[in-house]
């Protein structure tokens, strides 16, 4: 019997960045990222309303360890906004590796919330820019729709899905990180630490035999 009732009208399913770079052969490869795809697809067909965010940079963008000289991916640099990882070259506007992955099968996703274009700032988050400060319009769209509660699939656990979780209890919703339907990238153990700050910020992890039969 599944945890939670997500039959009503309150409740969005945000798929976070399903995209082939961050799958294997991608260019920022999550190891099995691919693997919540089947699992994103079953959890969206029990949700009314879903939302995807999709990584969507410039080429040149300053979270690319190629527009730092001499730096590599994975180091961190101090940024206006705070220290930034640098990535390998991903998500780039109009490319391949910033698709959707083919096999994401959710025709009913109410809105695709594209970020990271500005090329001077990263957004991990689909609801702040990396500033903490930079809305993404997100806030707004959930408040208009009257959606309270935040169910959260996708990629990366310890990235892109943890900045949005953080952010939405921040902005008043009930945050849900459905935890086996996300893979982390667990650089030094991020992983483990993005799990503890989210309970600690009181994120709700489930799993999803939680939230579908
Ligand atoms: C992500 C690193 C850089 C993510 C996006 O989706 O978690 N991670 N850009
Ligand atoms: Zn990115």
Known sequence: MARYDISGEVNVLIVVDPQNDFCP???????????????????????DNVVLAQDWHPPGHKSF?????????????????????????????????????????IPHVALVIRKGFRASIDSYSAFFEND????????????????????????????????????AVTEGFTAVVIED?????????????????????GVEIAQSVDVID
């Open 132 to 167: 903490h400060e930079t809305p993404t319009g997100l806030t707004g769209y959930l408040h208009g729709r009257g959606l309270g509660r935040v169910f959260l699939t996708g990629i990366a656990t310890d990235f892109c899905v943890q900045y949005s979780a953080l952010d």
């Open 25 to 47: 052969g991608g260019a920022l490869a999550v190891p099995e990222g691919d693997a919540v795809v089947p699992l994103a697809n079953r959890l969206a067909r029990a949700f």
């Open 181 to 201: 339907a996300c893979r982390g990238i667990d650089l030094d153990g991020s992983l483990a630490a993005a799990v503890t700050a989210m309970r600690d910020a």
């Open 65 to 105: 360890a190629s527009s730092h000289p001499g730096k590599a991916p994975y180091e961190v640099v101090e940024m206006p906004y705070g220290p930034q990882v640098l990535w390998p070259d991903h998500c780039v506007q109009g490319t391949e590796g910033a698709e959707i992955h083919a096999g994401l099968a």
